[in-house]
């Protein structure tokens, strides 16, 4: 299969060289000078020639082009490339090339369609958050004039506001227009009041001093009212009385009862909705709740959206089968309360899978069925009827003999069932809606060898007398197997099978087995009137299984030689059959006992993380590799920590241990070995001292470089003797071809293993890759693998070559997932993913540091003014948060060109990857809606579907998100921001969470990681905090610490909790 084609750009090609190399590139292209520029469709690698200044001479570079930076692939014959292994241009002039004439250097068609009008960008808002505002800005504080007949206002879908103002805070307002004339924007405005004018501010723009508000904006503008809290009013009704703008935590309680019996109606309920308070005043509805207007107050009541208005007004009856898809509605689930009263509470609601029952009459000419499922004493039949939905209330049956107890009809496991009685051949009985039919001698035959032994080990089979008379007539020829060391040595098996029947009555040789299944018979009549029955399709399997194992010669059905190595592969295919005598040496004993986890390890290992040291020992004391593809977040770094450590503490180690993981990852990993593993000594080989580190290799015990520096100084670890070679991220070498490959492939260790979270992305031939790394040659050639492999799984789906494929690698791959430890971890995993500045991120850090020093200390000491030093410190400290996570969030007064500003973001991709190719869901949070937009923007790039919630989110638009996240599987990602998203939301279809920015108070967090850890969360939810190592953000982290109860228990704001900071606590933020 070839490599997935990326849709080139510029500025992606400017991320891969930098924007001076593209630069230079697009010199040597305009300049004509690139010429012959094509694809291999095999190799994903860009071609072509660079003709010299002279004229005469040519370069040839060659460019991969990958999203992932630490994928690109990029060589060419000039010496800074050969030398240096630098990203040259004449390499990237290779893309250009490409998208300025198209397809193999042919010119863009002059006739191509002009593109579609770009839709403007709506003008920047005049008003900015107070603690984002840039210095100068001007304060601002508004108030809203309401209608006086409000309520009628808000029936009529639309209402008149009239603006008011002042420059400061707590003095009277003024009108709108007399204290913003004659200002220059931007306004710095407190967060909830900043929002509500960005929302009418877009249809009126710049903002007048009266604005008609419509019913779609009616939940936004008075929701960022409601974050205002229990200040001063900032809206009233005309002039006359002030409303406090509030939201209630008090949820609308759904009461279900359940309805005696009648001869008329049986199992009904009666549903209504109670009102959730008692406060008096008029409803108002809307799209996501109500809102209570009384008293002085405009309180907004969650959960009660239009789905529901009808059963505020009356009572409703319902069946008891459709109870489980009412709760389940998004409009109730998680958000509002329910009360069950004793009868309906009592219902048991039990989800079991059925038991199967099958029927069978016929002759050799022809078989009828009928397939049933049952749950209890019921059962239904599957055949001549539609299955119910699994959202259809009618999958809920009553038991045939317990009152209130329903079963859950398993819809998945009766149309698995009636795929394996498709695959047997059945068809559709005409005229017998309840029956299925099977013609034809030889189908029915194959059909009593093959299939019917596997019904009566799944199923329960009953016969009609006559088809019981012909079974007895019948004899199935079972293999009886014998694996034992051939002659010679252990390196060899040998493997022999003879073929008889169970009670030995009926014996066929070799040849006789081979020569029916050569002319496709799958049975033969005996002198004695029985019919010995072959079980073709396994007979084909094992054939199949001995050609894997690349026999000595041509394997015969009696006999075969094979090398040991394929030991586990024969194993692990015949465990589960009768028959086998297995006498030869067992290589991958999954009983021997592990060595004991070393003592000076500082680390509890869980049950499964133990297990996965142990099998790593395992696989090395049988002289394997193996891949430990282990979900992200179970341990894989912890656990090979622990095999390394404990092979170092038995004198196992033949010489140190290399891991060769991508750039970002290295410093985690010397994070980690100095944290678990301070007994092994650890040399990151990165940077300019790494070659004389290298040539002192043999006094450490591990060593950690990158695939960028390992195809780099690949000839310096030739010389080496390694214990383990570890990859982590092995997707790096997925491409045979690639660089990367063949550098780890050229390193010389007593063993190898491989640690991914994702060990096969976009083919069969990936998994090639890594095991022709660990083991080579054990998968074969990798013709003869996409032969006997990827073709047929891929092209055919056939069944039997995956099987094998499973069996053939599953003793060399161990992969547990979080539900599959569930028991063992906790149901909130939470970690930090720690990232790198780029060298320009971290200049321009610097430069905002020392600014933000200086200016908040001018406000320090006796004679500074507090409330101007806590300004400068929030300033400052908001800058530098925006530094760590992109350079395109700062305020510049000119938009810049950046190279790299944003390791952070590509920090989140290689995690969000990760987590979809699990077929994880994320929500990922960020306080910079700004940030979000980028985000938004790469998600894009690469055909990621994902939903967007933040302030300007409309009511109707924001519920549409959610059901859409929350019903759609095919959406992966939601984005968020904190304080829009941070609470009041169900989210539980995500089971990982990404906070791409710390926030002071870790409550806030966990608030928002609640979003998909709570009631009706069936999975382990995983929560990464986004760090930039050596910033302010760490620092963040120290502090919420240090803090915490003090911050939870009193749940401090961003200003509130720096103006309790010491002088030493502000000089330890921006210390650098």
Not at 249 to 263: F, G, M, N
Not at 570 to 598: F, H, Q
Request: glycine share 8%.
């Amino acid at each position: 299969m070839a490599p997935p084609t990326l849709s080139l750009t510029r500025d992606h090609l400017a991320r891969i060289g930098g924007w001076p190399v593209l630069k230079e590139a697009e010199a040597l292209v305009n300049g004509g000078r690139v010429e012959g520029v094509e694809l291999d469709p095999a190799t994903g690698f860009l071609t072509g020639k660079v003709r010299l200044p002279s004229g005469t001479a040519f370069l040839t570079p060659r460019l991969r082009p990958a999203f992932r930076l630490s994928e690109v692939e990029a060589v060419c014959s000039c010496r800074p490339s050969r030398e240096g292994g630098i990203v040259c241009a004449h390499a990237i002039a290779l893309g250009l090339a490409r998208l300025k004439h198209g397809t193999a250097g042919e010119k863009a068609s002059p006739s191509a369609a002009p593109s579609a009008p770009q839709q403007q960008p709506p003008p920047p808002s005049l008003f900015v958050p107070l603690d984002e505002a840039p210095p100068g800005a001007e304060p601002l504080f508004p108030s809203f004039l309401l209608p006086l007949q409000f309520a009628e206002a808000w029936r009529g879908n639309r209402m008149r506001i009239i603006l008011e103002a002042a420059a400061e805070e707590g003095k009277p307002s003024q009108p709108w227009d007399a204290v913003v004339r004659g200002k220059k924007p931007p306004f710095a405005v407190p967060e909830p009041l900043c929002t509500a004018l960005r929302i009418l501010e877009k249809k009126n723009h710049p903002l007048p001093g009266i604005v008609v508000l419509e019913s779609a904006d009616f939940d936004p503008f008075f929701l960022a009212l409601a974050q205002t809290g229990t200040g001063s009013p900032s809206a009233s009704l005309g002039k006359k009385e002030a409303v406090r703008v509030g939201r209630s935590d008090v949820v609308p309680i759904l009461h279900v009862t359940r309805l005696p019996d009648t001869a008329q109606k049986q199992n009904r309920l009666r549903v209504e909705l109670l009102s959730p308070t008692a406060e008096v005043g008029e409803w108002l509805p809307s799209a996501t709740g109500r809102w209570l207007l009384g008293n002085g107050r405009l309180t907004f009541h969650p959960g009660a959206g239009p789905a529901l208005q009808s059963l505020s007004k009356a009572p409703t009856e319902i069946g008891i089968a459709e109870l489980p898809h009412l709760l389940q509605l998004p409009s109730i689930a998680g958000k509002i309360e329910v009360q069950l009263d004793a009868a309906v509470a009592a219902i048991e609601w039990r989800e079991s899978r059925p038991k199967f029952s099958v029927f069978l009459d016929g002759t050799l000419n022809a078989l009828v069925c009928r397939l049933e499922a049952h749950y209890g004493e019921r059962g239904f039949p599957l055949l001549g009827r539609p299955l119910p939905k699994p959202s259809d209330p009618a999958r809920w049956i009553a038991d045939a003999v317990t009152p209130g107890l329903f079963h859950g009809r398993q819809i998945g496991t009766e149309t698995a069932a009636l795929h394996d009685l498709a695959a047997a051949g059945f068809q559709a009985a005409p005229g017998n809606s309840d029956m299925a039919k099977l013609a034809g001698e030889r189908e029915i035959i194959a059909f009593l060898a093959d299939h019917l032994p596997e019904w009566r080990r799944e199923w329960e089979v009953e016969t009609s007398p006559r088809l019981a008379s012909l079974l007895a007539q019948c004899r199935t020829i079972e293999p009886t197997i014998r694996v034992s060391s051939a002659a010679g040595g252990n390196d060899w098996l040998q493997v022999e099978t003879s073929f008889a029947s169970r009670d030995g009555a009926v014996t066929l040789s070799p040849g006789e087995v081979r020569q029916l299944l050569d002319t496709g018979r799958t049975h033969k009549r005996l002198a004695s009137g029985a019919i010995a029955l072959l079980p073709g399709k396994a007979l084909a399997e094992w054939q199949a299984t001995l050609a894997d194992c690349d026999p000595e010669s041509e394997a015969s059905l009696g006999s075969a030689r094979v090398e040991s190595r394929y030991a586990p592969y024969l194993a692990e295919t015949l465990k589960d059959r009768s028959g086998v005598t297995w006498t030869a040496p067992s290589v991958l004993n999954a009983k021997a006992a592990a060595p004991a986890l070393p003592a000076s390890l500082d680390a509890v290992l869980r049950p499964y993380q133990k297990e996965g040291t142990a099998w790593l020992h395992r696989l090395t004391a049988g002289g394997f590799g193996g891949i430990l593809a282990d979900e992200m977040g179970l341990g894989k770094t912890l656990q090979t920590l622990a095999f390394l450590l404990s092979r170092k503490e038995s004198g196992s180690a033949k010489g140190p241990s290399l891991v060769v993981a991508p750039t970002g990852l290295l410093y985690n990993w010397q994070r980690e070995a100095a944290r678990f593993a301070p007994g092994l000594k650890t040399a990151l080989l990165h940077g300019p001292d790494r070659h004389a580190m290298l040539a002192q290799a043999a006094g450490y015990d591990l060593l950690l470089t990158s695939y960028a520096l390992l195809r780099r100084d690949g000839d310096a670890y030739a010389p080496l003797a390694l214990d383990t070679v570890i990859l982590d991220e092995a997707q790096h070498i997925k491409n045979r071809f690639s660089q990367n490959a063949q550098a780890v492939k050229r390193l010389r260790a007593a063993q190898r293993l491989i640690l991914t979270g994702t060990p096969l992305e976009n083919s069969l031939l990936d998994l090639w890759s890594m095991f022709d790394f660990l083991m080579p040659g054990y998968l074969g050639p990798a013709k003869a693998f996409r032969d006997r492999y990827e073709t047929p799984i891929t092209k055919t789906d056939d069944g039997p070559a995956l099987k094998r494929l499973r069996r053939r690698i599953h003793p060399f791959l161990l992969r547990r997932t979080k539900a599959d430890v569930a028991k063992e971890i906790p149901d909130r995993i939470e970690s930090v993913a720690w990232c790198e500045l780029s060298a320009e991120q971290r200049e321009t850090y610097q430069a905002l540091l020392e600014a933000g020093r200086r200016e908040v200390f001018e406000h320090s000491g006796k004679q500074g003014n507090a409330a101007k030093r806590t300004m400068a410190m929030l300033s400052a400290l908001t800058r530098l948060r925006q530094a760590a996570c992109h350079l395109d969030l700062l305020p510049l007064p000119k938009e810049k060109k950046w190279e790299e500003p944003s390791a952070k973001l590509d920090t989140l991709f290689d995690l969000l990857e990760e987590a979809v190719d699990g077929g994880h869901r994320l929500l990922v949070f960020s306080q910079f809606t700004r940030f979000l937009d980028l985000i938004e923007a790469r998600l894009k790039a690469e055909g990621i579907a994902f939903c967007r919630l933040d302030g300007s989110t409309s009511p109707l638009a924001r519920q549409a998100e959610i059901d859409r996240f929350q019903g759609d599987a095919a959406v992966p990602v939601f984005l968020i921001s904190l304080k829009a998203g941070g609470a009041g939301i169900n989210l539980t279809a995500a089971d990982t969470v990404v906070h791409c920015d710390p926030w002071w108070n870790p409550a806030a967090e966990d608030q928002a990681t609640a979003r998909a850890h709570r009631i009706g969360q069936e999975k382990v939810v995983t929560s990464y905090k986004l760090i930039a190592r050596g910033t302010v953000e760490e620092k963040i982290l120290q502090l919420q610490e240090k803090k915490r109860d003090l911050v939870e228990k009193t749940l401090l704001g961003e200003e509130a909790l720096l103006s309790r900071l010491t002088q030493e606590e502000w000089e330890d933020l921006l210390a650098g």
